[in-house]
Protein backbone atom coordinates (compact mmCIF):
# COMPACT_ATOMS: atom_id res chain seq x y z
CA UNK A 1 0.00 0.00 0.00
CA UNK A 2 1.38 3.43 -0.99
CA UNK A 3 0.86 5.45 1.75
CA UNK A 4 2.32 9.24 2.27
CA UNK A 5 5.42 9.34 4.82
CA UNK A 6 4.89 11.58 7.86
CA UNK A 7 6.93 14.56 7.31
CA UNK A 8 9.38 15.96 9.51
CA UNK A 9 8.65 19.38 8.48
CA UNK A 10 5.11 19.26 9.10
CA UNK A 11 5.33 17.55 12.29
CA UNK A 12 8.23 19.15 13.83
CA UNK A 13 9.96 18.33 17.21
CA UNK A 14 8.18 21.02 19.20
CA UNK A 15 7.62 20.60 22.85
CA UNK A 16 4.08 19.58 23.91
CA UNK A 17 4.30 21.40 27.34
CA UNK A 18 5.93 24.21 25.73
CA UNK A 19 3.08 25.04 23.13
CA UNK A 20 0.07 26.90 24.16
CA UNK A 21 -2.73 26.27 20.79
CA UNK A 22 -4.66 29.56 20.43
CA UNK A 23 -7.81 28.13 20.81
CA UNK A 24 -10.09 28.35 23.74
CA UNK A 25 -11.13 25.00 23.97
CA UNK A 26 -8.01 22.76 23.52
CA UNK A 27 -7.62 19.31 25.40
CA UNK A 28 -4.14 18.01 26.17
CA UNK A 29 -1.86 18.87 23.26
CA UNK A 30 -0.71 16.00 21.04
CA UNK A 31 2.12 15.78 19.21
CA UNK A 32 1.37 14.55 15.74
CA UNK A 33 4.48 11.95 15.23
CA UNK A 34 3.13 9.30 17.23
CA UNK A 35 0.31 8.65 14.77
CA UNK A 36 0.92 6.24 11.44
CA UNK A 37 1.17 7.75 7.54
CA UNK A 38 -1.05 10.05 6.31
CA UNK A 39 -3.32 9.60 3.40
CA UNK A 40 -1.53 10.08 -0.18
CA UNK A 41 -3.33 12.56 -2.32
CA UNK A 42 -3.63 13.61 -5.66
CA UNK A 43 -3.55 17.45 -6.55
CA UNK A 44 -6.56 18.92 -7.61
CA UNK A 45 -5.22 19.85 -10.64
CA UNK A 46 -4.61 16.63 -11.61
CA UNK A 47 -8.13 15.59 -11.42
CA UNK A 48 -9.82 15.08 -14.81
CA UNK A 49 -6.80 14.05 -16.09
CA UNK A 50 -5.78 11.10 -13.80
CA UNK A 51 -5.41 7.70 -14.92
CA UNK A 52 -5.09 4.99 -13.00
CA UNK A 53 -3.59 2.37 -15.05
CA UNK A 54 -5.61 -0.51 -14.02
CA UNK A 55 -7.66 -2.76 -15.94
CA UNK A 56 -11.42 -1.93 -15.84
CA UNK A 57 -14.84 -4.59 -16.46
CA UNK A 58 -18.30 -3.67 -16.78
CA UNK A 59 -20.05 -6.86 -15.50
CA UNK A 60 -21.93 -9.52 -17.74
CA UNK A 61 -25.94 -9.28 -17.02
CA UNK A 62 -25.67 -12.46 -15.86
CA UNK A 63 -23.59 -11.59 -13.03
CA UNK A 64 -25.51 -8.73 -11.63
CA UNK A 65 -27.42 -10.56 -8.89
CA UNK A 66 -25.55 -13.28 -8.43
CA UNK A 67 -25.68 -13.37 -4.35
CA UNK A 68 -24.53 -15.89 -1.68
CA UNK A 69 -25.77 -16.44 1.81
CA UNK A 70 -24.24 -13.93 2.85
CA UNK A 71 -27.27 -11.55 2.42
CA UNK A 72 -28.78 -12.53 5.50
CA UNK A 73 -28.53 -9.56 7.45
CA UNK A 74 -28.98 -7.21 3.97
CA UNK A 75 -32.23 -6.92 2.56
CA UNK A 76 -35.16 -8.79 2.32
CA UNK A 77 -34.81 -11.85 -0.61
CA UNK A 78 -37.39 -9.72 -2.69
CA UNK A 79 -35.41 -6.74 -3.39
CA UNK A 80 -35.42 -3.57 -2.07
CA UNK A 81 -39.17 -2.08 -2.54
CA UNK A 82 -38.75 0.80 0.46
CA UNK A 83 -35.23 1.81 0.64
CA UNK A 84 -33.93 3.86 3.47
CA UNK A 85 -32.81 7.12 2.90
CA UNK A 86 -29.65 8.66 4.14
CA UNK A 87 -29.98 12.36 5.17
CA UNK A 88 -27.24 14.60 5.12
CA UNK A 89 -25.92 15.75 8.91
CA UNK A 90 -28.21 19.30 8.16
CA UNK A 91 -31.58 17.49 7.22
CA UNK A 92 -31.91 16.12 10.66
CA UNK A 93 -33.20 17.83 13.91
CA UNK A 94 -31.97 17.57 17.08
CA UNK A 95 -34.18 14.98 18.60
CA UNK A 96 -32.71 12.65 15.13
CA UNK A 97 -28.79 13.67 15.63
CA UNK A 98 -29.49 12.93 19.33
CA UNK A 99 -30.83 9.77 18.70
CA UNK A 100 -27.60 8.72 16.24
CA UNK A 101 -25.05 9.75 19.04
CA UNK A 102 -26.60 7.94 21.73
CA UNK A 103 -26.53 5.18 19.56
CA UNK A 104 -23.02 4.98 18.86
CA UNK A 105 -21.98 5.72 22.19
CA UNK A 106 -24.35 2.75 23.28
CA UNK A 107 -21.60 0.70 20.83
CA UNK A 108 -19.07 2.07 22.67
CA UNK A 109 -20.39 0.49 26.18
CA UNK A 110 -21.10 -2.60 24.68
CA UNK A 111 -18.72 -5.12 25.36
CA UNK A 112 -16.30 -6.43 22.71
CA UNK A 113 -16.19 -10.08 20.32
CA UNK A 114 -12.78 -10.11 21.27
CA UNK A 115 -10.99 -13.19 20.28
CA UNK A 116 -10.21 -11.37 16.56
CA UNK A 117 -9.79 -8.05 17.36
CA UNK A 118 -6.74 -6.98 19.67
CA UNK A 119 -6.77 -4.34 21.80
CA UNK A 120 -10.59 -3.97 21.37
CA UNK A 121 -12.34 -2.40 24.41
CA UNK A 122 -15.85 -2.66 23.26
CA UNK A 123 -18.10 -3.51 20.16
CA UNK A 124 -17.22 0.22 18.17
CA UNK A 125 -13.56 -0.73 18.57
CA UNK A 126 -14.05 -4.14 16.67
CA UNK A 127 -14.76 -2.13 14.11
CA UNK A 128 -11.42 0.06 14.63
CA UNK A 129 -9.64 -2.81 14.62
CA UNK A 130 -11.06 -4.22 11.48
CA UNK A 131 -10.14 -1.69 9.73
CA UNK A 132 -6.71 -1.37 11.02
CA UNK A 133 -5.96 -5.15 10.63
CA UNK A 134 -6.77 -5.10 6.85
CA UNK A 135 -6.00 -1.71 5.83
CA UNK A 136 -3.16 -3.26 3.45
CA UNK A 137 -6.40 -4.62 1.28
CA UNK A 138 -8.52 -1.97 1.54
CA UNK A 139 -6.74 0.94 0.15
CA UNK A 140 -5.12 2.36 -2.67
CA UNK A 141 -7.11 -1.18 -4.24
CA UNK A 142 -9.66 -1.46 -6.39
CA UNK A 143 -12.23 -2.66 -3.64
CA UNK A 144 -11.56 0.95 -1.51
CA UNK A 145 -15.18 2.01 -2.49
CA UNK A 146 -17.38 -1.68 -2.29
CA UNK A 147 -15.43 -2.18 1.27
CA UNK A 148 -16.05 1.17 2.83
CA UNK A 149 -19.46 0.91 1.67
CA UNK A 150 -19.93 -2.70 3.15
CA UNK A 151 -18.03 -0.84 6.15
CA UNK A 152 -20.71 1.21 6.72
CA UNK A 153 -23.62 -1.05 6.31
CA UNK A 154 -22.16 -3.56 9.13
CA UNK A 155 -21.21 -0.33 11.41
CA UNK A 156 -25.04 1.01 10.99
CA UNK A 157 -26.32 -2.84 11.44
CA UNK A 158 -24.81 -3.05 14.28
CA UNK A 159 -26.45 0.29 15.66
CA UNK A 160 -29.73 -1.40 14.85
CA UNK A 161 -29.17 -4.84 15.80
CA UNK A 162 -27.27 -4.12 19.15
CA UNK A 163 -28.27 -0.59 20.45
CA UNK A 164 -31.88 -0.85 18.84
CA UNK A 165 -31.02 2.43 16.81
CA UNK A 166 -34.03 3.43 14.81
CA UNK A 167 -32.94 6.23 13.11
CA UNK A 168 -31.14 6.56 9.69
CA UNK A 169 -27.67 6.51 8.53
CA UNK A 170 -26.20 10.41 8.14
CA UNK A 171 -23.72 11.36 5.93
CA UNK A 172 -21.98 14.99 5.88
CA UNK A 173 -22.22 16.66 2.55
CA UNK A 174 -18.67 18.26 3.10
CA UNK A 175 -18.56 20.22 -0.06
CA UNK A 176 -20.77 22.66 2.20
CA UNK A 177 -17.85 23.16 4.62
CA UNK A 178 -15.14 22.92 2.02
CA UNK A 179 -11.66 25.73 3.42
CA UNK A 180 -14.49 25.77 7.18
CA UNK A 181 -14.71 22.71 8.68
CA UNK A 182 -14.23 24.33 11.90
CA UNK A 183 -17.63 26.02 11.87
CA UNK A 184 -19.28 22.66 9.96
CA UNK A 185 -22.82 21.54 12.43
CA UNK A 186 -20.53 18.54 12.42
CA UNK A 187 -17.58 19.61 14.25
CA UNK A 188 -19.61 21.63 17.00
CA UNK A 189 -19.67 21.18 20.35
CA UNK A 190 -23.11 20.11 20.72
CA UNK A 191 -22.49 16.98 18.75
CA UNK A 192 -19.12 15.56 17.28
CA UNK A 193 -17.08 18.35 19.06
CA UNK A 194 -14.83 21.06 17.77
CA UNK A 195 -11.55 20.27 15.79
CA UNK A 196 -8.31 22.16 17.56
CA UNK A 197 -6.08 23.32 14.92
CA UNK A 198 -3.11 22.20 13.28
CA UNK A 199 -0.63 24.20 15.21
CA UNK A 200 4.01 23.30 14.60
CA UNK A 201 2.96 19.54 14.18
CA UNK A 202 0.46 19.36 17.33
CA UNK A 203 -3.20 18.50 17.48
CA UNK A 204 -5.48 18.87 20.57
CA UNK A 205 -7.49 15.96 22.60
CA UNK A 206 -11.14 16.23 21.73
CA UNK A 207 -12.46 18.51 24.45
CA UNK A 208 -16.80 19.40 24.10
CA UNK A 209 -18.95 17.57 22.69
CA UNK A 210 -20.69 13.71 22.47
CA UNK A 211 -16.90 12.36 22.78
CA UNK A 212 -15.22 14.79 25.07
CA UNK A 213 -12.23 12.76 26.95
CA UNK A 214 -12.81 9.57 24.81
CA UNK A 215 -10.20 7.26 25.19
CA UNK A 216 -9.14 4.73 22.49
CA UNK A 217 -7.52 1.40 22.62
CA UNK A 218 -6.40 0.58 18.91
CA UNK A 219 -3.79 2.57 16.90
CA UNK A 220 -2.00 5.15 16.74
CA UNK A 221 -1.13 3.65 13.58
CA UNK A 222 -0.49 -0.59 13.58
CA UNK A 223 -0.40 -0.46 18.21
CA UNK A 224 -2.96 -1.00 20.38
CA UNK A 225 -1.85 1.54 23.45
CA UNK A 226 -4.61 4.01 25.34
CA UNK A 227 -4.41 7.72 23.39
CA UNK A 228 -7.07 10.34 23.17
CA UNK A 229 -9.68 11.31 20.87
CA UNK A 230 -7.62 14.13 18.93
CA UNK A 231 -7.97 16.39 16.17
CA UNK A 232 -5.17 18.83 13.48
CA UNK A 233 -7.67 21.15 11.54
CA UNK A 234 -5.60 21.77 8.69
CA UNK A 235 -8.41 23.93 6.47
CA UNK A 236 -5.61 24.00 3.68
CA UNK A 237 -6.85 20.49 3.32
CA UNK A 238 -10.32 20.42 4.25
CA UNK A 239 -10.66 23.02 1.25
CA UNK A 240 -10.14 20.34 -1.31
CA UNK A 241 -13.21 18.65 -0.54
CA UNK A 242 -15.40 21.04 -2.72
CA UNK A 243 -17.50 20.45 -5.30
CA UNK A 244 -15.30 20.86 -8.64
CA UNK A 245 -12.63 18.12 -7.41
CA UNK A 246 -15.80 15.86 -6.36
CA UNK A 247 -17.22 16.68 -10.11
CA UNK A 248 -13.47 16.13 -11.29
CA UNK A 249 -13.74 12.87 -10.32
CA UNK A 250 -16.77 11.91 -11.25
CA UNK A 251 -15.77 12.96 -14.89
CA UNK A 252 -13.87 10.15 -15.62
CA UNK A 253 -15.85 7.43 -17.64
CA UNK A 254 -14.07 3.90 -16.64
CA UNK A 255 -14.23 3.13 -12.64
CA UNK A 256 -10.59 2.44 -12.14
CA UNK A 257 -10.11 5.99 -12.80
CA UNK A 258 -13.13 7.43 -10.60
CA UNK A 259 -12.34 5.26 -7.63
CA UNK A 260 -8.43 6.39 -7.62
CA UNK A 261 -9.06 9.74 -7.73
CA UNK A 262 -11.91 9.68 -5.16
CA UNK A 263 -9.38 8.01 -2.91
CA UNK A 264 -6.83 10.69 -3.32
CA UNK A 265 -8.88 12.82 -3.70
CA UNK A 266 -12.01 14.19 -1.39
CA UNK A 267 -11.70 11.32 0.53
CA UNK A 268 -8.25 12.10 1.60
CA UNK A 269 -8.06 15.84 1.85
CA UNK A 270 -11.04 14.51 4.37
CA UNK A 271 -9.38 12.41 6.28
CA UNK A 272 -5.73 14.85 6.73
CA UNK A 273 -7.75 17.67 6.94
CA UNK A 274 -9.39 16.78 10.25
CA UNK A 275 -5.82 15.59 11.12
CA UNK A 276 -4.71 13.31 13.95
CA UNK A 277 -7.17 10.24 14.39
CA UNK A 278 -8.73 10.78 11.15
CA UNK A 279 -5.43 11.09 9.46
CA UNK A 280 -3.67 7.92 10.77
CA UNK A 281 -4.57 5.54 8.13
CA UNK A 282 -5.44 2.56 10.02
CA UNK A 283 -7.23 3.13 12.84
CA UNK A 284 -8.81 6.12 11.90
CA UNK A 285 -12.61 5.10 12.43
CA UNK A 286 -11.61 5.79 15.59
CA UNK A 287 -12.74 9.20 15.33
CA UNK A 288 -16.41 8.49 15.36
CA UNK A 289 -17.05 11.27 12.40
CA UNK A 290 -15.51 8.74 9.88
CA UNK A 291 -18.75 7.14 9.20
CA UNK A 292 -20.15 10.86 8.34
CA UNK A 293 -17.55 11.44 5.78
CA UNK A 294 -17.51 7.22 4.53
CA UNK A 295 -21.12 8.61 3.62
CA UNK A 296 -20.20 11.56 1.79
CA UNK A 297 -17.38 9.31 -0.23
CA UNK A 298 -20.06 6.92 -0.56
CA UNK A 299 -22.99 9.08 -2.00
CA UNK A 300 -20.50 10.57 -4.45
CA UNK A 301 -19.51 7.28 -5.85
CA UNK A 302 -23.36 6.41 -5.96
CA UNK A 303 -24.16 9.74 -8.01
CA UNK A 304 -21.18 8.01 -10.25
CA UNK A 305 -23.13 5.51 -10.92
CA UNK A 306 -26.34 7.03 -11.23
CA UNK A 307 -25.16 9.04 -14.18
CA UNK A 308 -25.36 6.40 -16.40
CA UNK A 309 -26.73 3.26 -14.55
CA UNK A 310 -26.46 0.46 -17.46
CA UNK A 311 -22.67 1.04 -17.88
CA UNK A 312 -21.82 1.87 -14.09
CA UNK A 313 -23.38 0.40 -11.46
CA UNK A 314 -21.66 -3.00 -12.37
CA UNK A 315 -18.51 -1.67 -13.47
CA UNK A 316 -15.53 -2.48 -11.39
CA UNK A 317 -11.92 -1.82 -11.60
CA UNK A 318 -8.67 -1.26 -10.33
CA UNK A 319 -5.91 -4.51 -8.49
CA UNK A 320 -7.29 -6.32 -5.38
CA UNK A 321 -3.35 -6.42 -4.47
CA UNK A 322 -0.78 -4.30 -4.28
CA UNK A 323 2.08 -6.08 -4.42
CA UNK A 324 3.55 -7.65 -7.73
CA UNK A 325 2.06 -10.09 -9.42
CA UNK A 326 -1.20 -7.53 -8.88
CA UNK A 327 -4.74 -9.35 -9.90
CA UNK A 328 -7.46 -7.50 -11.35
CA UNK A 329 -10.73 -6.79 -8.98
CA UNK A 330 -13.75 -9.29 -9.77
CA UNK A 331 -17.20 -8.74 -8.92
CA UNK A 332 -16.31 -11.71 -6.65
CA UNK A 333 -13.84 -10.68 -5.02
CA UNK A 334 -14.74 -11.52 -1.06
CA UNK A 335 -15.44 -8.52 1.59
CA UNK A 336 -14.98 -9.57 5.25
CA UNK A 337 -15.69 -8.10 8.62
CA UNK A 338 -13.86 -11.34 9.88
CA UNK A 339 -17.53 -12.11 11.54
CA UNK A 340 -19.03 -9.22 12.69
CA UNK A 341 -21.80 -9.59 10.17
CA UNK A 342 -21.36 -12.32 7.05
CA UNK A 343 -18.90 -11.51 4.28
CA UNK A 344 -20.36 -10.38 1.01
CA UNK A 345 -18.86 -10.44 -2.53
CA UNK A 346 -18.15 -7.16 -4.30
CA UNK A 347 -21.25 -7.85 -6.72
CA UNK A 348 -23.66 -7.55 -3.91
CA UNK A 349 -22.65 -4.01 -2.76
CA UNK A 350 -22.46 -2.36 -6.13
CA UNK A 351 -26.15 -1.47 -6.25
CA UNK A 352 -27.49 0.46 -2.88
CA UNK A 353 -31.33 -0.36 -3.96
CA UNK A 354 -30.51 -4.48 -4.59
CA UNK A 355 -30.71 -7.86 -2.95
CA UNK A 356 -28.53 -7.04 -0.41
CA UNK A 357 -28.18 -2.87 0.18
CA UNK A 358 -31.77 -0.92 0.77
CA UNK A 359 -30.82 2.65 0.82
CA UNK A 360 -30.30 5.69 -1.09
CA UNK A 361 -29.46 9.37 -0.45
CA UNK A 362 -31.03 12.70 0.17
Known sequence: MRLAS?????????????????????GKLVDLSIFGGRFETLKPEEAKTHKSGAPNTISPPENKNKATAAGADGAAAGGCENPSLRPEWRQMDDAGRQ????????LMGRPSAGGDFPGSQNRYEDLVSLHQQLTGSIHMVGQFLPFHRYYVHVFESLLRDECGYGGPMPWWDETLD????GNSPVLSAQWFGTAPPLVNGQGACVSDGAFAGLTLHIGPGGGQSDHCLARALDESQTAQCNREFVDSCNSHDNYADMESCAEMGPHAYGHNG??????????????PVFFLHHGFVDRN???????????????????????????????????????IRPDVRVNEVMDTKGAYLCYDYL
Open 6 to 26: VSVALYGAASVSALTLPWPRA
Open 99 to 106: GYIDAVKC
Open 274 to 287: IGAVMQDVSPSPGD
Open 178 to 181: AGNF
Open 301 to 339: WRAWQNADPANRLYQIGGYSNTQDPKQPLTLDYVLTSKG
